[in-house]
T-cell receptor
Framework: AQSVAQPEDQVNVAEGNPLTVKCTYS??????LFWYVQYPNRGLQFLLK??????LVKGSYGFEAEFNKSQTSFHLKKPSALVSDSALYFC?????????????FGRGTSLIVHP | NAGVTQTPKFQVLKTGQSMTLQCAQD?????MSWYRQDPGMGLRLIHY???????DQGEVPNGYNVSRSTTEDFPLRLLSAAPSQTSVYFC??????????FGPGTRLTVT
């Protein structure tokens, strides 16, 4: 069975500072990994994904994520946080083969960027 | 493209009533799924479909039915609503190996 852990319910960061939202995963075989963002009263929006290749993946709104196979992690990062980045962030994983191909989501991390 | 659409946006039901949440996508995606989102619980998968005529249960299927007669539509039926089904419901679609596209959600309250 696949699973995702987002160890922090909330991350607080000052505007202009770098941010990291953590994600670790468990899956049989190689993973497909995803990050999504949810603004209040909205559906989830895709940010970025890792399928294969370069371990550093760049996505929307200046976000990037680093895939680390040995640590089974896929942390979301941004060099300089904006107040408008405040939202709920979800990490998701699914196997590249076998299973239902439907991803499993973490419980989400609330990012709060202070002015 | 309209993407993924859901209706209604809001609904209030009495215990025991039934209703259907509608979901449609115009991207010709094979995969469609229904999630519920509750505070502190993240997203939990209710049912999913990998193509027209094929559906399967997710993590929390009890009390819900689905069908997929066309690629575009994937309605979720609540058979006999219970207060425990008060939640926000999201429909999503995806290509094989791709990211999911989510609808705007339906906020359901069961009294």
């Amino acid at each position: 069975a696949q699973s995702v852990a987002q160890p922090e319910d909330q991350v607080n960061v000052a505007e202009g500072n770098p941010l990291t939202v953590k994600c670790t995963y468990s899956v049989s075989g190689n993973p497909y990994l995803f990050w999504y963002v949810q603004y209040p009263n909205r559906g989830l929006q895709f940010l970025l994904k890792y399928i294969t290749g370069d371990n550093l993946v760049k996505g929307s709104y200046g976000f990037e994520a680093e895939f680390n196979k040995s640590q089974t992690s896929f942390h979301l990062k941004k060099p300089s946080a904006l107040v408008s980045d405040s939202a709920l962030y979800f990490c998701a994983v699914r196997p590249t083969s076998g299973g239902s191909y439907i991803p499993t989501f973490g419980r989400g991390t609330s990012l709060i960027v202070h002015p | 493209n309209a993407g993924v659409t859901q209706t209604p946006k809001f609904q209030v039901l009495k215990t025991g009533q039934s209703m259907t949440l509608q979901c449609a996508q115009d991207m010709n995606h094979e995969y469609m799924s229904w999630y519920r989102q509750d505070p502190g619980m993240g997203l939990r998968l209710i049912h999913y479909s990998v193509g027209a005529g094929i559906t399967d249960q997710g993590e929390v299927p009890n009390g819900y039915n689905v069908s997929r007669s066309t690629t575009e539509d994937f309605p979720l039926r609540l058979l006999s609503a219970a207060p425990s089904q008060t939640s926000v419901y999201f429909c999503a679609s995806a290509k094989v190996a791709g990211e999911q596209y989510f609808g705007p959600g339906t906020r359901l309250t069961v009294t």
